[in-house]
């Protein structure tokens, strides 16, 4: 980076938004690997015309920037190399009103998950976006990544949540979109383009985000299952029998089961191991007596083979505690885990095949598959313990290539970054990736903001 730059930059933030050399000392690029981040500078503007300030001289020099947010993305969008520039967001972390009225937080990009649900609860409200690594992820990251989690089933994406925005454009133009209505149709809706664009078309600053009121009870079942057709009949079961309650519906195969309810791992198995599939059944508000019914009918008429109903909220946490316990499977090294979206009914063709590709490369192999069934997400797990360095390549081909011929989807809801760029003409029409392109190209000519990611 030229020394002129990185003067304008230190005059146009404060002395601790600049961070360089020892400074970035103690930092990772990645929640998940700890990999100490290599950059040469880390900016860190405290307000939405500090990142205009910077965007603008980063565009006037054609400097190419990486935006940082919680670092849990699952796709290396963050990666960075020794001479890159880190525009980091961690000082946008202003909730700056919540409207029990409207119902709607208006917050800075930088406020993390986690923040927003426990202020929003404060307030008889609920934020209901949620996933396992909301303590660190920020409300920018997951729009940037249209996050999706544990109840798109009942609320959508992180798409469906977003009210209005507010973006720097590559050039520092703020565009200020911050609606706070539920409709609004005039004219396009341009925040959507930014909405999983994974900080390639704009830096999102400022949020509006739809409330709900607090839910009046949270029911879970955890449930074994004799078979994938009473799997998927559960399903529609339950959201008929709840009437409009059913929140979450979330599949294990039973090596996923095991590996979460078995020492190291501190989970206990609320119901016996052995069985073929594995459901964690969430209702939000819906009576008590209205979700036991539709738990006892699911038994009676065989679709469930034993259950355990959670009685408090500790028990409730605990079953969530093994879906969220994904981190067991990095414990013979970090896995290579995958994201796929197909139709229900294929899955457990799908998930024969790759596990009988699997084993036959490498008979020793430890993969899991779990997921959010209900939105037809699976993630595909696999351990690199024991497998040649080449392994992640195939393994990769013998995950994505059979979505194809089903209409699958090579990522549901982490996104593309730079890990699927290769594989997105597999969900994608060459039509689409030139229309994808032409965007990139009109909005960040100069190709600055997060280059080479998703496509
Ligand atoms: C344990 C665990 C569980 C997870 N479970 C789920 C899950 O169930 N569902 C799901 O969808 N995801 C899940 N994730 C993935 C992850 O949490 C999301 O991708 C998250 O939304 C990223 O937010 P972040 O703040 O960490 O962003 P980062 O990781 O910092 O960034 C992610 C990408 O977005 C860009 N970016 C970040 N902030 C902005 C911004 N303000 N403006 C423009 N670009 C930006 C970055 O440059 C990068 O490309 C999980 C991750 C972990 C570690």
Not at 150 to 164: D, I, P, S, T
Not at 332 to 338: D, E, K, R, T, V
Not at 383 to 392: E, I, N
Request: proline fraction near 5%; hydrophobic fraction near 45%; charged fraction near 20%.
């Amino acid at each position: 980076m030229n020394e002129g730059l990185l003067q304008r930059l230190k005059a146009v933030l404060p002395a601790d938004g600049v961070l360089e050399g020892g400074g970035l000392e103690g930092r990772t690029e990645d929640w998940m690997r700890r990999q100490p981040l290599r950059a040469t500078l880390l900016l860190r503007p405290a307000s939405t015309a500090e990142v205009s300030a910077v965007l603008k001289l980063c565009h006037g020099a054609g400097q190419p920037l990486i935006v940082h947010a919680g670092l849990t993305g699952l796709v290396h969008g963050a990666d960075t190399t020794p001479s890159d520039i880190v525009l980091s967001l961690e000082r946008l972390r202003r909730i700056e009103s919540i409207d029990p009225v409207q119902r709607v937080a208006v917050v800075e990009a930088g406020v993390t998950l986690q923040q927003l649900q426990e202020a929003a609860e404060q307030a008889g409200l609920a934020f209901p976006l949620d996933l396992g690594a909301r303590g660190s992820a920020t409300l920018g990251g997951n729009a940037a990544t249209n996050a999706g989690g544990n109840r798109v089933l009942r609320f959508g994406m992180m798409r469906e949540m977003v009210l209005g925005i507010e973006v720097v454009l590559a050039d520092g133009t703020v565009l200020p979109a911050m609606n706070r209505l539920i409709k609004n149709n005039s004219g396009y809706d341009l925040k959507q383009l930014f909405i999983g664009s994974e900080g390639t078309l704009g830096v999102i600053t400022r949020l509006v985000l739809r409330l709900r009121e607090k839910p009046a009870r949270q029911d879970v079942m955890f449930a074994s299952v004799p078979g994938f057709d009473q799997l998927a009949a559960l399903l529609k079961h339950m959201d008929r029998a709840l009437g409009g309650g059913l929140s979450a519906f979330e599949v294990m195969w039973p090596e996923f089961y095991t590996l979460v309810t078995t020492p190291p791992a501190t989970g206990r198995a609320p119901v016996a191991h052995g069985a073929p599939f594995y459901a964690l059944v969430e209702s939000l508000g819906s009576d008590a007596e209205r979700f036991q019914a539709a738990c006892e009918s699911a038994i009676e008429c065989g679709l469930v083979s034993d259950a355990a109903i959670a009685r408090s909220q500790a028990e409730v946490a605990a079953i969530w505690g093994l879906r969220d316990d994904v981190l067991q499977t990095a414990r013979w090294g970090l896995p290579f885990a995958f994201d796929v979206s197909l139709p229900i009914r294929d899955m457990p063709a799908y998930v024969e095949r790759v596990r009988r590709e699997l084993h036959a490369a490498w008979p020793q192999v430890r993969a899991w598959v779990f997921g959010h069934m209900g939105d037809g997400n699976l993630h595909v797990v696999v351990s690199p313990d024991g497998l040649p360095s080449d392994a992640r390549a195939r393994v990769e081909r013998m995950v994505y290539e059979p979505l194809q011929a089903l209409g699958g989807a090579v990522s549901a809801e982490h996104g593309i970054g730079l890990e699927k760029k290769g594989w997105l003409s597999i969900s994608r029409s060459a039509e689409e990736i030139a229309l994808m392109r032409a965007l990139k190209q009109s909005f960040d000519p100069k190709g600055i903001l997060n280059p080479g990611r998703v496509i």
